[in-house]
């Protein structure tokens, strides 16, 4: 989990997924990430802060030890800094976000890792109360089940942040979390590596997140969410929705198809009804019966009335205090149900500002690739390399180079 689940929290996820769309994305080997070529930099301000931090701490109960330790291989790291201050808002569509949460290859490589570790997995639900599938989702959206945990030394990272001062008791706070894990021996100052801003492992626990929720699930005396196994990590991820208010055996939601004429004003989460009286408003499970009674649901409408429609629970909003953002919940819960064997969202999104529709863009990254211009894959989404592909195809074909996607693009394709 990420800052203040999220102060700096989706920004992060946002980034990661970002760097996943339009085929740009392939899943490094061991954990490793693009952070990991951070350089530390001499800096005598940081050095003073370092100083003077230190008595801060000392009075928070760290030990020197552990002090000492922490910072004997720590240092300024100016591209945090610069991570920090140049965060691109995303604005991805649902339909995107979607198709990024539960594209083929995260589909793969979620089956296979609950092959792997299906067993741990029902270990955990029977102690949780979570359900596999659900953890799993969590685990695939947070660090790519497991390639993706960040290698950046934590301790340099939360104090340079500190240090920074843009956010600057937020970071110190979460410094102080670090030193106490560590004095905990739950891992070493090297080991003790995760995303520019601090989120840690398997599952992405900020330091504060961890002392409050992660669990030492064999016993063995430690909480290990950063090793390749990721036990403790899945464990402490069922242990945070339990403690949330996880009810096993509910959905978070289900699609919904909605009767011509639907008020879309009463769409909405905090606008619940039993689903007896959505299935008096015409509202139907996308299969055409009424769904069944899981307490009150609310009606989400990503993509507006003429998108796919959702009924959701309120297991929803537990998954929303993991990460506050509904397009997270949506991604959660659809790539929980893919990996439960359920089917691809059945409702069409519209077309997009250029007036194409997923299909008309996933058609369009195949005859680009076939072209000789690879994008890397053929999801549907935009990315830096099927912008980079269209560019290059526009330079070849004497088109006004956009690097932008549209139907006279994609009519151009279509002639060969």
Known sequence: MRATRRAVGFGLLATVLS???GGTRMAPRAGRSPEAAMPMVPNSGFDAWVAAFRPRAAAKGIPAGTLDAAFRSAGFLPGVIERDRNQTEFTRTTEDYLAIAASDERLSTGRAALGQYGGVLAEI???FGVESNVVAAIWGLESFFGTRRGSVPVVSALAT???EGRRAAFFESQLIAALKILANGDVTPAGMTGSWAGAMGHTQFIPTSYLAYAV???GDGRRDIWSDDPTDALASAAAYLSRSGWTRGQPWGVEVRLPAGFNTGL???G???SPADWAAMGVRSVQGGQVPNHGAGSILLPAGASGPAFMVFQNFNVILRYNNAENYALGVGHLSDRLRGGPAIQGAFPPDAQGMTIDDRQEMQRL???AGFDTEGSDGVIGTKTRAAISAYQARV?????GEPSLALLARLRQG
């Open 161 to 163: 942040l500190a240090y």
């Open 267 to 269: 769409a909405g989460r």
């Open 368 to 370: 680009l690739t076939a």
């Open 19 to 21: 760097a996943c769309v």
């Open 398 to 402: 004497g088109m006004a180079v956009t």
């Open 271 to 273: 606008k619940g009804r």
């Open 216 to 218: 030492d699930f064999r």
């Open 125 to 127: 639900e029977q102690r």
